[in-house]
């Protein structure tokens, strides 16, 4: 019997798609020709990405904020509409301020929580239920971070939103397996995107290289990722060739979590082999 070779895309919708990371998972998913719901709060610059990928007719643009309950009901009602039925929700966007919880106000907090935390858990409660209907397999990832595990006093309530998220992953996944959806996490850590490039001190002048360079002297590998590749991690847990993956979290920061001193103190002790 021959094999067919037929072609069947999925339905993608990916939030922060605009940018870092969420641009370039929409690149991998639109080079395999997967249809692309991509969710952001700059239109200009979802405008711009769907441009690039040059595959704007697989593309469906959702602009809005995240942190309205409304919103979020318009992007699985659009995705819907236009294709039917959602085979992968990426929880991509993210928001934070950079102070700690001595000077953090109410405001920031309560932001941050909203599009880190409360917008992913609810939008993957109305995907599921969508998945659900459909009654196929679905995929459901949440992008947290090393900060869940690895705190540094500096952005309180982005931590405890990726910390949280790490827990409702396996929550979810206990709940919704039974349905056939996956629902896995991944803990990216310094990667190359805005989000890295907006430190500064007490003055104002932005201190982003050192902080970077510092992260980049405990990382095993001596560097930080590229969106690419942690988007090539995203792409890979949704496949079916993680089918049995779920309920758990990918981390992607170069050994950086599992690593003791850095390599400039290794470099001290042993100079002849760090």
């Known amino acids: 019997m021959k094999k067919s070779n037929s072609f069947s895309p ?6 922060g798609a605009s940018r870092g990371i969420g ?24 405008e711009e990405t769907v441009a690039a990928v040059k595959k704007g007719d697989n593309c469906l643009l959702l602009h809005g904020d995240l942190a309205n309950s409304e919103f979020l009901k318009q992007v699985v009602q659009n995705t819907l509409e236009k294709w039917g039925r959602i085979d992968v929700l990426i929880n991509n966007a993210a928001w934070r301020t ?13 932001k941050t929580i909203k599009i880190c ?4 858990v609810f939008l993957s409660r109305l995907v ?4 659900e209907k459909v009654g196929s397999p679905g995929v459901i990832i949440q992008v947290s971070s090393i900060m869940a595990t690895r705190a540094g006093g500096t952005s309180p309530a982005y931590v405890a939103s ?15 397996g039974p349905s056939g959806i996956r629902v896995i996490a991944v803990c990216p850590g310094n990667v190359h995107t805005s989000l890295s490039q907006d430190f500064t001190d007490c003055e104002g002048k932005n201190i ?23 988007a090539n991690g995203v792409y890979w847990l949704s496949s079916k060739e993680a089918s049995f993956v779920t ?28």
């Open 10 to 15: 999925r339905v993608i919708v990916i939030t």
């Open 162 to 176: 990726k910390g949280a998220l790490l827990s409702i992953t396996y929550e979810m996944a206990a709940l919704y």
């Open 208 to 230: 982003s290289g050192n902080l970077v360079r510092d992260m980049e002297n405990q990382t095993p590998l001596q560097r930080s990722a590229s969106p690419e590749e942690i």
């Open 117 to 120: 935390l409360t917008a992913p």
């Open 23 to 46: 641009k370039a998972m929409v690149e991998k998913y639109a080079e395999n020709g997967d249809l692309i719901a991509l969710v952001a709060d700059q239109k200009v610059e979802l």
């Open 128 to 131: 599921a239920e969508s998945m």
């Open 98 to 110: 950079v102070e700690t919880l001595r000077t953090i106000t109410l405001e920031n907090w309560e």
């Open 247 to 274: 309920g758990t979290a990918l981390v992607m920061d170069g050994g950086f979590t599992h690593n003791f001193s850095s390599y400039k103190n290794k470099h001290l002790q042993f100079p002849k082999e760090f």
